[in-house]
């Protein structure tokens, strides 16, 4: 099946710092979304991006689909910021489509 | 209403227990889902409903059992779990096709199995 990669898979930054979360995957893609999970479970939809690039106040993506990566940055961060931030991508099968999640990043910002 | 509603938020349930879990959407999409995350991992498809109509099952053992009633509701119905089976359980919803077919997730029902 289709791997999803993300990197680094830990980072601790300091209040205001920026940061850059990758994704790779291994084979073309219908869609892909960005996910941020916070301490209670809760799965948030951050951007859905199947290429070209979005942003949304302090956050913005770029999808490059040809070179099966994306970029999530995260600028002037906030210790609201912290939790896991998943790549999910989806894959059409057998005529239904399957949404599989990397590994995730688990993003700490520290005050 | 753009959001994915699931029910209960916590079940505390025994291996001999029968419960349902329950979730609902009223945003027209016709395909929803059951993941399962364990804890520190990331969420795994169980099922796929596409027009109601199972579509993906991932090998998923038969005690659990997921129903579609209608358009608007998927439910999850246990039996004979064991405690291994605990773990955070969250339902999507998606357009079946379209430009903008992104995944809306529900918060989950944490279940424990003792």
């Known amino acids: 099946g289709i791997q999803v990669e993300q990197s680094p898979p830990d980072l601790i930054l300091q209040e205001g710092a920026n940061s850059t979360l990758r994704c790779n995957f291994s084979?073309?893609?219908?869609?892909l979304q960005w996910f941020h999970q916070n301490p209670w479970g809760q799965l948030i939809n951050l951007f859905y991006?199947?290429?070209g690039t979005k942003q949304n106040g302090r956050l913005s993506a770029t999808t490059v689909a040809t070179e099966r990566y994306s970029l999530l940055y995260i600028s002037s961060s906030q210790t609201t910021d912290s939790g896991v931030y998943f790549c999910?991508?989806?894959?059409?099968?057998?005529?239904?489509?399957?949404?599989?999640f990397g590994k995730g990043t688990k993003l700490t910002v520290n005050p | 209403d753009t959001e994915v509603t699931q029910t209960p938020k916590h079940l505390v349930m025994g291996m001999t227990n029968k419960k349902s879990l329950k979730c609902e959407q009223h945003?027209?999409?016709?395909?929803m889902y059951w993941y399962k995350q364990k804890a520190k991992k990331p969420p795994e498809l169980m099922f796929v409903?596409?027009?109601?109509?199972?579509?993906i099952n991932e090998s998923v053992p038969s005690r659990f059992s997921p129903e579609c009633p209608n358009s608007s509701l998927l439910n999850l119905h246990l039996h004979a779990l064991q405690p291994e089976d605990s773990a955070l359980y969250l339902c999507?919803?998606?357009?079946?096709?379209?430009?903008?077919?992104?995944?809306?997730f529900g918060s989950g029902t944490r279940l424990t199995v003792v």
């Open positions: 409903y596409s027009y109601e109509k199972l579509s």
């Open positions: 084979d073309s893609v219908n869609n």
């Open positions: 991006i199947p290429s």
């Open positions: 999910a991508v989806v894959k059409a099968q057998g005529g239904s489509e399957k949404l599989v």
């Open positions: 999507a919803s998606s357009q079946v096709r379209g430009p903008n077919y992104g995944y809306t």
């Open positions: 945003m027209g999409h016709r395909a």
